[in-house]
Nanobody, 117 residues
Framework: VQLQASGGGLVQAGGSLRLSCAAS????????MGWYRQAPGKQRELVAT???????NYADSVKGRFTISRDNAKVMMYLQMNSLKPEDTAVYYC????????????WGPGTLVTVSQ
């Protein structure tokens, strides 16, 4: 499975961005997909996840502002980010996990999101 995130960029605080993650390869046993982020000098953290059936989970810091979605037919995942804050500045990564596996198996290269004051 190969993952490629896109859509990052520079935005002012309060603005919006939409990240996309294109997946390719054998996806039949992929159970969940998710977004992680890593800010400078900080550990990578979970942002949001979505299962194949559409169940979602969000970090408390993004609840009510970010929305994760996926299009199984197009094999795409999205992260709509609204009301962005400077503390959302980070490299955002998309990841995928197989059914029955606890760790995230597949990672794509990140896309940088910078939120200015």
């Amino acid at each position: 499975v190969q993952l490629q995130a896109s859509g990052g960029g520079l935005v002012q605080a309060g603005g919006s961005l939409r990240l996309s993650c294109a997946a390719s390869g054998s996806m039949f046993n992929i159970y969940a997909m998710g977004w992680y982020r890593q800010a400078p000098g900080k550990q990578r953290e979970l942002v949001a996840t979505i299962t194949k059936s559409g169940a979602t989970n969000y970090a408390d810091s993004v609840k009510g502002r970010f929305t994760i979605s996926r299009d199984n037919a197009k094999v795409m995942m999205y992260l709509q980010m609204n009301s962005l804050k400077p503390e959302d500045t980070a490299v955002y990564y998309c990841a995928a996990r197989r059914l029955g596996v606890q760790n995230w198996d597949y990672w794509g290269p990140g896309t940088l999101v910078t939120v200015s004051q």
